[in-house]
């Protein structure tokens, strides 16, 4: 077994992060955090200094999400579009919406925190659709890599 500790390695509750890697019986390398992912039981949060292998662990999402698979056939984690967020509301979320000029989401009081070490994002261009995953509080949602946010092809 290997296990991998990359940047950052608790998160904001003292959990540690790590990328664990078992080899099966047959010498095949088994990369647990992409297998949790694939089979739907967990969703990806990317952290700045953790981002380096979180391509692979967000396609694997976006499978598992398409397939319905584990958590993404239960209606508590459907991604729901950000004008349907309550007021208050507190967590690490994936929120659908548009791109307003203000880096709001069109419709709704959340808007994007966009953290310095993901400033590219502050160009992306109002009336685009976008997905965004990081931790909502006070009416913001916190993007903290350029993998936080997804931009999804216009309907």
């Not at 949790?36 to 999402?61: C, K, M």
């Not at 808007?111 to 009416?139: K, N, W």
Request: hydrophobic residues 45%.
């Amino acid at each position: 077994m290997l296990l991998t500790l990359a940047g950052l390695t608790r998160d904001r509750y003292d959990r540690a992060l790590a990328h664990v890697v078992k080899t099966d019986a047959l010498g095949q390398d088994l990369w647990l955090k992409r297998e949790i992912v694939a089979r739907g039981g967990a969703r990806v949060r990317v952290y700045p200094n953790t981002s380096i292998a979180n391509a692979p662990l967000l396609a694997a999402e976006r499978e598992a999400r398409a397939a319905n698979i584990g958590l993404w056939g239960t209606g508590a984690y459907r991604i729901p579009q950000a004008t349907h967020l309550p007021q208050a509301f507190e967590r690490f979320q994936l929120v659908e919406g548009v791109v307003s000029c203000e880096l709001g989401l069109t419709g709704s009081a959340l808007t994007l925190e966009i953290r310095r070490s993901a400033a590219a994002l502050c160009q992306v261009q109002g009336g685009t659709p976008v997905r965004a995953r990081g931790y909502v509080y006070d009416g913001k949602l916190e993007i903290g890599h350029t993998l936080n946010l997804e931009t999804l092809a216009c309907d």
